[in-house]
């Protein structure tokens, strides 16, 4: 994974949370949703004002995740909804600091049950995935309980302000009775309270990363097996990117070639 360059974005700080053993995430999301929303204006699409809250409190919780993590590793959250029936899919990349997400409302499978899929890749390592139930609609509280199941420590959401969250997760030795006591309120005055240690400071964009090269490799084996049934009569067609719902027109000229130069090579 190559290091992009950080001369914008929004920051994450985090903070060892001294005498607790707690580690403290914290970042302002208003840079990330106004880029956010210019990607939708961009391409034409926007979300139903219910499930885009989901997906902005799921691209929040993700973001917070990954500034606790160690720089090696991206992260893939996959959260299926029965009621209303849709995934919510936020994906970050600690290396390229990078944090995208989509929402799916057509042609999901409905399993039977809500679940939360978290896939972890390292470099050089095999993907690890964990999956959870879970109940509710609150992108925070799910995570909550993910941690609760599948991490080896508990950690918690709260809100600071509209648009800034915080992260709070407990470390070895944490006091846990003061981690659970929590609230809202308390975290508000948490500079006053408690002593915090600045531990790092990393910069994330919203950034897919996406192009037309690599639309061509997903299509490529369809193209080669049914390339009718891919583009029937039409000349082009339209190809939305399941991470962040970019638009890509592919012509079915320039996948032939790319097709014909990759059985060349």
């Not at 979300?47 to 993590?69: I, N, T, V, W, Y």
């Not at 006091?175 to 240690?197: R, Y």
């Not at 939305?240 to 032939?256: F, K, N, Q, V, Y």
Request: glycine content about 6%; proline content about 3%.
């Amino acid at each position: 994974m190559e290091t992009e360059d950080q001369t914008d974005g929004f920051e994450v700080r985090t903070y060892f949370v001294r005498g607790r053993n707690a580690l403290l995430a914290r970042a302002d999301f208003g840079e990330l949703y106004v880029d956010y929303y210019l990607h939708q204006g961009q391409y034409g699409y926007h979300h139903a004002p219910e499930h885009d809250g989901m997906l902005k409190e799921a691209l929040a919780a993700l973001a917070l995740h990954c500034a606790s993590r160690p720089w090696n590793e991206a992260w893939a959250w996959t959260i299926h909804f029965r009621q209303p029936l849709l995934n919510l899919f936020v994906t970050g990349d600690n290396r390229r600091g990078i944090i995208v997400g989509q929402i799916f409302t057509e042609n999901v499978k409905d399993d039977g049950r809500n679940l939360f899929c978290a896939d972890l890749v390292r470099e050089r390592e095999d993907t690890r995935r964990s999956a959870v139930e879970f109940e509710g609609l609150e992108p925070f509280a799910i995570v909550e309980e993910y941690y609760r199941q599948s991490e080896q420590r508990p950690a918690r959401y709260f809100r600071h302000g509209a648009e800034d969250f915080v992260m709070i997760s407990a470390q070895p030795g944490c006091d846990m009775e003061w981690f659970n006591s929590l609230d809202d309120n308390k975290v508000h005055a948490i500079d006053e309270t408690e002593t915090l240690g600045l531990l790092e400071q990393r910069v994330y964009r919203w950034r897919c990363g996406c192009s037309q090269e690599r639309m061509f490799s997903i299509l490529a084996p369809i193209m080669r097996t049914d390339p009718a049934g891919l583009f029937g009569d039409e000349a082009v067609i339209r190809m939305s990117c399941p991470r962040c719902g970019a638009i890509h027109l592919i012509t079915r000229e320039a996948l032939e070639a790319y097709v014909a130069e990759s059985t060349r090579a």
